[in-house]
């Protein structure tokens, strides 16, 4: 079987998931060929993916860009739907159909998770992520922990990775030109204390 017919069955199926998942109540995501339930989010979580889209938000008027939370889904790879926590836009969006619930170009993708988050799924989603043509910014969030992973793309194969993990640090936006600061992102969460005492790394 040649790579074409391999793209065209992925993509078939991924449309029959899309059509189905719109019918149902509970959020799904499909990842590689696999329909796996979105684990519900908590308190913090939701705390979290509120302050980013409120920081982020408020510092974005004026400007061509747009800022989704939780429901929008995004396609990774030609047979993965997944749902990030934050989307930014910055310029036209771009969508898979006339339904506008799968966004084609995000720009910054944040994704809450916590210390139980299966580590080989969270691997192949920033991985996915990455290979987003769009982005240019992708965060990982620790809802358990003051701990922010940043990737910001340089070129098409070379990302900088930055770790910030302490109240003062603020995290330059670039792709949607603004900054906030981790206090911002953790307003109101009870953490426990971080692991790691440095400040930002580059």
């Known amino acids: ?16 998931f899309q059509s189905s998942e719109r019918r149902e109540a509970v959020k799904n995501e499909y990842f590689n ?14 705390l979290i993916a509120s302050n980013f889209t409120i920081a982020v938000g408020s510092r974005i008027h004026g400007n061509k860009c747009e800022v989704y939370t939780g429901g929008m889904r995004v396609r990774v790879g030609n047979d993965s739907l997944c749902y990030p926590d934050v989307l930014a836009v910055s310029g036209e969006p771009k969508f898979t159909n006339e339904n506008f619930d799968v966004l084609q170009n995000p720009t910054v993708v944040v994704e809450v998770f916590s ?3 299966n580590s080989s799924v969270r691997t192949q989603k920033l991985e996915g992520y990455l290979a987003i043509s769009s982005v240019k910014e992708c965060l990982l969030v620790n809802e358990d922990e003051m701990r922010i992973e940043h990737y910001t793309r340089q070129n098409a194969k070379q990302w900088i990775y930055r770790i910030y993990n302490e109240r003062e640090d603020v995290i330059s936006l670039d792709g949607v030109n603004c900054k906030l600061s981790l206090s911002e992102v953790y307003a109101q969460v009870k953490l426990r204390p971080s692991e790691l005492t440095s400040g930002a790394v580059n």
Do not use: F
Not at 2 to 15: M, R, V
Not at 33 to 46: D, I, L, Q, T
């Open 1 to 16: 079987m040649n790579p074409t017919s391999l793209d065209q069955s992925g993509a078939s199926k991924t449309k029959t």
């Open 115 to 117: 210390n139980l988050t």
């Open 33 to 46: 060929g696999r329909v796996s339930p979105k684990p519900a989010a908590n308190r913090w979580h939701n």
